[in-house]
């Protein structure tokens, strides 16, 4: 939750190549206080079977720059066989590789102001993805 001297961070990953929720993806969660500072990580979570992260670690006071790191690779193997199939049934569609995903990893790096929340919803597929600002 965000107060006036801090900003807060949700997010929710929807896998667009079988229309459901991505369930068991980690996330991690870094913060900056300027651009010129190190990244300082702040421990991550999982998203849960509704594709949600409800449990992202607070940002420290003085945040100006948040980083979300998607660990999408591991999902995409553990589902391969669901994409497979999907792929296939697409006539043009190319197969999956063997990785699981061209993107193993998805990294969203946003600016925050405090007193302000940013749900960034992640939609993904195994060939591309794409992010906003969710309410």
């Known amino acids: 939750m965000s107060s ?4 807060s961070v949700s997010t929710h990953i929807l896998d667009t190549s079988i229309g459901r929720p991505a369930e068991g993806v ?6 900056r206080s300027g651009s010129a500072a190190e990244w300082v990580a702040l421990g991550g979570s999982a998203t849960d079977a509704d594709g949600r992260c409800k449990d992202l670690p607070a940002l420290p006071e003085g945040t100006t720059h948040v980083r979300l790191d998607f660990e999408v690779e591991t999902y995409f193997v553990k589902n391969q066989h669901s994409s497979k199939k999907q ?6 569609a190319p197969r999956v590789r063997d990785s699981g995903a061209f993107f193993p990893e998805v ?24 992010v906003y600002r969710g309410s």
């Open 26 to 31: 980690a996330i991690s969660l870094a913060a």
């Open 4 to 7: 006036a001297t801090t900003a």
């Open 107 to 130: 990294a969203i790096t946003f600016a925050v102001k405090p007193g302000e929340h940013y749900h960034v919803p992640l939609l993904l597929n195994p060939f591309g993805y794409s």
């Open 87 to 92: 792929a296939e049934a697409q006539q043009d």
